[in-house]
Nanobody
Framework: QVQLVESGGGLVQAGGSLRLSCAASGSTFSINAIGWYRQAPGKQRELVAAISSGGSTNYADSVKGRFTISRDNAKNTVYLQMNSLKPEDTAVYYC?????????????WGQGTQVTVSS
């Protein structure tokens, strides 16, 4: 099992920055990739950014050039640096871990952290 705890959300004005953290614990050796997702009211959850165990990254088109995902393996923590925030970035942000242990492919979610960008 993997446990994920997000932190770093809050209220920020448009153009501002926030850094989200996702701390993983448990069977972290089984993690293939960690992704940040977000869900705005009335909308489907969407992938924002992801980073693989090998360090490869991918981003949603809407955040390219503004958001950066990174990891600190020593701390088992993944970060999402969000710059030039826009009101449309307002959402609950969730951390997701994709794991493979033997033949078992499982995903885990954190509890989410609210990001609110005011205009």
């Amino acid at each position: 099992q993997v446990q994920l705890v997000e932190s770093g959300g809050g209220l920020v004005q448009a153009g501002g920055s926030l850094r989200l953290s996702c701390a993983a614990s448990g069977s972290t050796f089984s993690i293939n990739a960690i992704g940040w997702y977000r869900q705005a009211p009335g909308k489907q959850r969407e992938l924002v950014a992801a980073i693989s165990s090998g360090g490869s990254t991918n981003y949603a088109d809407s955040v390219k050039g503004r958001f950066t995902i990174s990891r600190d393996n020593a701390k088992n923590t993944v970060y999402l640096q969000m710059n030039s925030l826009k009101p449309e970035d307002t959402a609950v942000y969730y951390c997701n871990a994709d794991t493979l242990l033997g033949l078992a492919h499982l995903t885990y979610w954190g509890q989410g952290t609210q990001v609110t960008v005011s205009s």
